[in-house]
């Protein structure tokens, strides 16, 4: 049974789920009734930091321009343009037990592409969530529903994997700001 988590809260995955390994982040969301003319396009990223919070190269920013870090352990899904449908927009898979040493933690951003151009916001958008999946099992094990009004924001971090005292935690983060993808790019050192 999935736990459910409030923006901040924290659990283990490790602790409670001995020999788990490879899990799936599931990303979703709805665009509210927007008039604006353009479509919507959400993307998540995914950033992989060191102990210093910034990403040890380039490489370590995985999106659906660059689908997988260097080791191959964190794996984008790819692009979903439209967001239709139920479940998951965007999954990236994740062996917990390859990501390198000095990684400490894998974040997961959304970010809506070409949004200032496009006047489109996370106020416009409904039913964000982040979700970890048991790959080995199918079983949902941690669920955070992104509840908050993000309503100038155009970034968002929904949440991050990190390794602490040898396990694997999850942390719902559920922070925006604005200044989209190129913004969270510089905030976690990748060059742009």
């Known amino acids: 049974m999935a736990v459910n988590l409030k923006k901040g809260e924290k659990v283990s995955l490790t602790k409670s789920n001995p020999g788990l390994r490879k899990v799936c982040v599931g990303l979703g969301w709805d665009t509210n009734r ?3 003319g353009d479509d919507f396009d959400l993307d998540a990223s995914v950033f992989l930091l060191g102990v210093n919070g910034k990403v040890p190269s380039d490489a370590n920013f995985v999106f659906y321009g660059n689908v ?3 080791s191959g352990a964190v794996i984008h899904s790819g692009d979903n343009r439209t967001g239709a449908g ?3 927009d965007e999954q990236v898979r994740v062996d917990l037990q390859a ?3 000095g990684i400490e933690r894998v974040v997961f951003v959304i970010t809506i592409y070409e949004a200032e151009a496009r006047r489109q916001n996370f106020g416009q958008v409904s039913n964000a969530f982040i979700r970890v999946v048991d790959e080995a099992t199918g079983a949902e094990l941690v669920r955070y529903d992104l509840e908050e ?3 100038i924001e155009t970034a968002l971090v929904a949440g991050e994997l990190y390794r602490h005292n040898g396990e694997w935690k999850f942390n719902a983060v559920g922070s925006g700001f604005q200044g ?3 913004a969270a790019c510089r905030h976690y050192g990748v060059n742009v």
Do not use: K, V
């Open 68 to 70: 997988s870090d260097p």
């Open 149 to 151: 009004d993000f309503s």
């Open 180 to 182: 989209g993808l190129e």
């Open 86 to 88: 139920e479940g998951d």
């Open 99 to 101: 990501i390198p040493a």
């Open 34 to 36: 927007y008039d604006g």
